[in-house]
């Protein structure tokens, strides 16, 4: 094993294992490590904790690796190459310093609550009765946004879900066809009551959707005698079944104006408005609903979308007897839409003091991570959840507090908001210097990924490979990255910046 591919050998293994609810190849281990959570911590960006967990010696170095013949990959293709990445691991606790110190503090305020973690469940399936939720807060979750409620009734379609891939077996996207909570009114208020209850130090969110102003207030009011700590009210899933719901209201200043003072004559609690992204701007409803009462902010909910069309049978997914409909998007693809929405509301002067709560696209601590230090209070988290379970927390609480710890930073809320100076208009951005690329020729292996894409798609800088390593023609090359993006094996580095040739 070549150690300079580490980074890509972790990724391609940890990205090829099933991640089984039973874990046989943990159950195999001589060794009694954790195999199972080992690869799915470097899965979820963890690799230094996982790192940390490892044997001060390999044990896999003179194992005959059971957990491989146990691996369930093996029914399908070839078993996970797990001792690869335990060997990476070990080198890996080699090469770290051991930080010592107090555990770094996930807790943080928000609207009033003192939040163990700013890790929440979002209003979806993943958060729609006792017995899910009360799993979720014993594995460590810091809060819930319930199921939207409303007082309408209402059947679900199905199927309901779709998806589509990246690595694998992993979802690129994912399609809902899902609306709301199938319990009753009064079911809903028991099950929120009982676990506040039962759960006192965890935050409990109550999201509701209304037709008419006596409908929002009518379910505010309810709500509120469950006891819970904030109310969120949903002016954002895109595929409602009657007009008037959801986005239909998101999109317009006045209505949402509207509907919050409606919320606000029914309740006191804390509320907070989760828009929709089916805007230019979020900021003018955003601004809207802040002055009519809303405390607090989440964006986005999920983008309206179809996943493609069958070309045997002309249909799309999710297919309901042969007919589908525009459906909620979500998953990674949204995250990076989602993050301009947050930077968006935290960047506005009349914005900058409302907590807000990031949602889209989080699977891991890097993602939670990327929200809070754009402006987040908290995080709410779905699509993960139903591909992967509410063990994604350990991963997300140990991820974050390894950065923390190796950098030096003892509270979680002191990085909310730290990314916001460096996110700038493009008219501010530096124009007199050029960062070329630098060719790390000792790692590439010939490929011509680089090649063909910046003749194809850039500047043809990079000359034909003729069977030697990679080559560039300094005279054409302006500095775009795309050569980088492409590379496989991370042999292309971002250069010295210099001056601009005039």
Same mark, same amino acid.
């Given at each position: 094993?070549?150690?300079q591919?580490?980074n890509?050998?972790?990724?391609?293994?940890?990205? #090829?294992?099933l991640?089984c609810?039973?874990?046989?190849?943990?159950?195999?281990?001589?060794? #009694?490590?954790d195999?199972?959570g080992?690869?799915?911590?470097?899965r979820?960006?963890?690799a230094?904790?996982?790192?940390e967990?490892m $044997?001060a010696a390999?044990p896999?170095?003179?194992c005959?690796?059971?957990c491989?013949?146990?691996?369930?990959?093996?029914k399908?293709?070839?078993?996970?190459?797990?001792?690869?990445l335990?060997?990476?691991?070990a080198q890996?606790?080699?090469?770290q /310093?051991?930080?010592?110190?107090?555990?770094?503090? =996930?807790?943080i305020?928000?609207?009033?609550?003192?939040?163990?973690n700013?890790f929440?469940?979002?209003?979806?399936v993943?958060?729609?009765n006792?017995?899910m939720i009360?799993?979720?807060?014993?594995?460590?979750?810091?809060?819930?946004v319930? /199921?939207t409620i409303t007082?309408?009734p209402h059947?679900?379609?199905?199927?309901?879900?779709?998806?589509?891939?990246?690595?694998?077996? #992993?979802?690129g996207?994912f399609?809902?066809?899902?609306?709301?909570?199938?319990?009753t009114?009064?079911?809903?208020i028991?099950?929120?009551?009982?676990?506040k209850k039962?759960y006192p130090?965890r935050?409990?969110i109550?999201s509701?959707?209304?037709?008419?102003?006596?409908?929002w207030?009518?379910?505010?009011?309810?709500?509120?005698?469950?006891?819970?700590?904030?109310?969120e009210?949903n002016f #954002?899933?895109?595929?409602?079944?009657y007009?008037?719901?959801?986005?239909?209201v998101?999109?317009h200043?006045?209505?949402v104006?509207?509907?919050?003072?409606?919320?606000?004559r029914?309740s006191?609690l804390?509320?907070?408005a989760?828009?929709s992204?089916h805007?230019?701007?979020m900021?003018?409803?955003a601004?809207?609903?802040?002055h009519?009462?809303a405390?607090?902010l989440?964006?986005?909910?999920?983008?309206k979308s179809?996943?493609?069309?069958d070309?045997?049978s002309l249909?799309?997914g $999710?297919?309901?007897?042969?007919?589908?409909?525009?459906?909620?998007?979500s998953?990674?693809?949204?995250?990076?839409?989602?993050?301009?929405?947050?930077y968006?509301?935290?960047?506005s002067?009349?914005?900058?003091?409302?907590?807000?709560?990031g949602?889209g696209?989080?699977?891991?601590w890097k993602d939670?991570?990327?929200?809070?230090?754009?402006?987040?209070?908290n995080?709410q988290v779905?699509?993960?959840?139903m591909?992967?379970?509410?063990?994604i927390?350990?991963?997300?609480?140990?991820?974050?507090?390894?950065?923390m710890?190796?950098?030096g930073?003892?509270?979680?809320?002191?990085?909310?908001?730290?990314?916001? $100076?460096?996110?700038?208009g493009?008219?501010?951005l530096d124009?007199?210097?050029?960062?070329?690329p630098?060719?790390?020729?000792?790692?590439?292996?010939?490929c011509?990924?680089?090649?063909?894409?910046?003749?194809?798609g850039?500047h043809?800088?990079i =000359?034909p490979?003729?069977?030697a390593?990679?080559r560039?023609?300094?005279?054409?090359?302006?500095?775009?990255h795309l050569c980088?993006?492409v590379? $496989?094996?991370?042999?292309?580095?971002?250069?010295?910046?210099v001056?601009?040739?005039?």
């Open positions: 094993m070549n150690i591919y580490d890509e050998i972790l990724k391609e293994v940890s990205d #090829s294992c991640l609810s039973e874990t046989p190849c943990t159950s195999a281990c001589p060794a #009694s490590m195999v199972a080992l690869i799915r911590s470097v979820f960006n963890n230094g904790t996982a790192a967990k $044997p390999d896999c170095l003179k005959s690796a059971p491989m013949q146990k691996c369930l990959k093996g399908i293709s070839t078993p996970v190459q797990i001792p690869s335990m060997h990476i691991l890996k606790k080699e090469d /310093k051991t930080i010592e110190g107090e555990e770094p503090d =996930l807790g305020d928000f609207l009033g609550f003192h939040c163990i700013p929440f469940l979002s209003s979806s993943v958060g729609s006792y017995e009360s799993k979720a807060f014993d594995m460590g979750w810091g809060g819930v319930y /199921k007082s309408f059947d679900e379609v199905s199927p309901r879900f779709d998806a589509v891939y990246y690595d694998g077996n #992993s979802f996207g399609k809902n066809l899902e609306e709301s909570s199938e319990h009114l009064q079911e809903n028991e099950i929120l009551r009982r676990l039962d130090d935050m409990v109550a509701i959707m209304g037709q008419t102003e006596q409908d207030e009518f379910l505010a009011r309810q709500l509120t005698t469950a006891g819970i700590d904030a109310l009210c #954002s899933c895109p595929h409602m079944a007009d008037g719901l959801g986005t239909d998101g999109e200043s006045d209505i104006d509207q509907y919050v003072r409606a919320i606000k029914g006191d804390p509320l907070i989760k828009m992204p805007v230019s701007s900021v003018p409803p601004e809207a609903a802040v009519a009462g405390d607090a989440a964006t986005i909910n999920t983008i179809i996943l493609g069309i070309p045997q249909s799309s $999710p297919d309901i007897s042969g007919k589908t409909a525009v459906g909620g998007y998953g990674k693809a949204v995250k990076p839409i989602a993050l301009r929405f947050i968006d509301l935290a960047s002067e009349p914005l900058k003091d409302v907590p807000l709560s949602i696209g989080i699977e891991s939670a991570f990327d929200f809070l230090s754009l402006g987040c209070r995080i779905t699509t993960a959840v591909q992967y379970g509410y063990r927390i350990d991963d997300m609480i140990s991820g974050m507090q390894y950065y710890r190796t950098h930073i003892h509270k979680i809320q002191d990085l909310v908001g730290k990314a916001l $100076p460096n996110i700038v493009t008219d501010e124009r007199d210097t050029v960062c070329y630098k060719f790390q020729t000792q790692r590439c292996i010939g011509g990924r680089c090649y063909l894409s910046c003749y194809d850039g043809q800088a =000359l490979l003729n069977g390593k990679v560039m023609d300094a005279k054409k090359c302006v500095g775009c980088l993006k590379c $496989p094996v991370g042999a292309i580095i971002p250069g010295t910046r001056v601009r040739k005039k």
